[in-house]
């Protein structure tokens, strides 16, 4: 528990003490055993009056000038998602160009963006986290990739009472707000997406026999363990499971030609990186599964990796692509497209659908200034926390982007499943929303 955490939950352990003693020690077999603190509050969230030791609210703003850090790999079979922080510098320029974002309490701030590299090494993260709070002095950090390397340094950035926004990863940890009340995702939880794959396979193909592939990390594992609490009691069963270290330095060959051999009509790949779409290059051609893959391996440029072999593939879909003439009509797209434009990215670059997640973090982090009446540290993240059906960047606009405080920390838990058709997707479920039900979800 991080000191952070104790603060918060110290005030009602104390108030359910009294309450407790007041009644006699009555016990109610309907109410959970588990604290929700401040879950469903109406007010402000956190309060770091009582959250933290020695707030420094806004650190990093000076003037009309807002400095934020973000951490990516800018090596490695993980460099791919390197781009993503170049959609969000490329939205901070955009904005910056216009006269800057125009927050809650009237003012338009320009944003300044640190970039670090931690190779997608999250024993590299806490240096480099240290030095964007300690030393540039950033006010948040915003987009920083991989689930491990945001493990690496959340308590650090939850006892020193910094914002960690838009995180780029969907890991079911960042659904712990009480306990880390400093995390905001901008990417749905795996384990909602993995509840989207085993809701379409019970309609599409109740009787699948599943392959699963998983990254040998907390990213891989979240798809492994919500994927089978969500076929628990079903006729779906895994008959053959292999996972893959992102760090060996090797490929996943040798994994998919034993999955391959097991009987499987389905293949699920939870994986990414580059790993993820060179697996489906690996696909012998003798087998022939319905193939599921991660949202996070689902673009344009990524399965321009897959040897041809992309075609067909299922997704779970919350964001709009670009490269897919049907989403490229939109608004939304045509917007991005227009101002992507003024921020120097290519077609190639939108069309990519790497940068426009980038893109979609530093409209999260857009809207959360509007939102926050008191431009501090503390009034952002209360703001993201209390978010009402506002889409941002390229979620599809029939996502309900809606938090509330702990009891739903996450942005967005709508998805549909989509089917690879040339360069474009093909609906095979509509948009389902699970408004406060990811948590549920994970193992």
Do not use: H
């Not at 392959?211 to 990390?217: E, G, R």
């Not at 673009?299 to 003439?325: C, F, N, R």
């Not at 003024?342 to 809207?367: R, Y």
């Not at 390229?394 to 996450?410: M, S, Y």
Request: hydrophobic share 35%; charged share 20%; with cysteine.
């Amino acid at each position: 528990m991080t000191s952070t955490t104790w603060k918060r939950l110290a005030p009602l352990a104390i108030a359910i003490a009294l309450l407790a003693a007041a009644c006699g020690g009555r016990e109610d077999s309907g109410t959970s055993s588990s604290s929700s603190t401040t879950e469903g509050a109406t007010g402000a969230f956190i309060d770091p009056a009582k959250d933290c030791d020695n707030y420094q609210g806004t650190q990093g703003i000076a003037g009309d000038t807002i400095k934020v850090g973000t951490i990516r790999p800018a090596s490695g079979p993980y460099a791919i998602y390197d781009q993503v922080t170049t959609g969000l510098d490329s939205y901070f320029k955009a904005q910056n160009a216009k006269g800057g974002i125009k927050a809650g309490d009237g003012k338009s701030y320009k944003v300044e963006l640190i970039k670090e590299d931690d190779g997608y090494d999250p024993a590299r993260t806490p240096q480099v986290a240290k030095k964007l709070v300690e030393q540039d002095k950033v006010f948040a950090l915003v987009g920083v990739i991989g689930t491990e390397n945001n493990k690496a340094i959340r308590e650090y950035m939850n006892d020193n009472c910094v914002p960690n926004l838009a995180l780029a990863t969907g890991s079911p940890e960042w659904g712990k707000a009480n306990e880390f009340p400093w995390y905001v995702s901008a990417l749905p939880s795996y384990a909602t997406e993995a509840n989207a794959w085993a809701t379409y396979l019970k309609t599409a193909k109740p009787n699948a026999k599943i392959a699963l592939l998983f990254q040998d990390d907390d990213f891989g594992k979240s798809y492994e363990t919500a994927l089978k609490k969500a076929i628990t009691g079903t006729d779906l069963k895994i008959v053959g499971e292999q996972s893959f270290n992102p760090l060996s330095g090797s490929t996943t060959e040798a994994a998919v030609t034993q999955l391959s051999q097991s009987g499987a009509d389905t293949f699920i790949v939870g994986i990414g990186g580059t790993p993820c779409p060179k697996t489906l290059s690996f696909v012998p051609d003798t087998w022939k599964p319905t193939t599921i893959i991660s949202v996070t391996c689902a673009s344009k440029t990524a399965l321009s990796l897959a040897g041809g072999k992309d075609q067909g593939v299922i997704v779970a879909q919350a964001t709009l692509d670009p490269a897919d003439a049907a989403d490229a009509a939109t608004e939304q797209v045509k917007t991005f497209f227009a101002e992507g434009a003024t921020a120097g990215l290519s077609k190639d670059q939108m069309e990519g659908g790497i940068v426009s997640v980038g893109w979609g973090f530093g409209a999260l982090f857009d809207k959360a200034l509007a939102a926050t009446k008191t431009v501090d540290r503390a009034g952002v993240v209360n703001g993201l926390f209390q978010f009402d059906n506002n889409v941002f960047g390229l979620i599809r606009p029939d996502v309900e982007v809606t938090t509330d405080n702990a009891k739903d920390p996450w942005l967005i838990e709508g998805f549909r499943i989509a089917e690879r058709t040339g360069t474009g997707w093909t609906e095979k479920s509509p948009m389902a929303n699970e408004n406060g039900k990811s948590n549920s979800y994970a193992g």
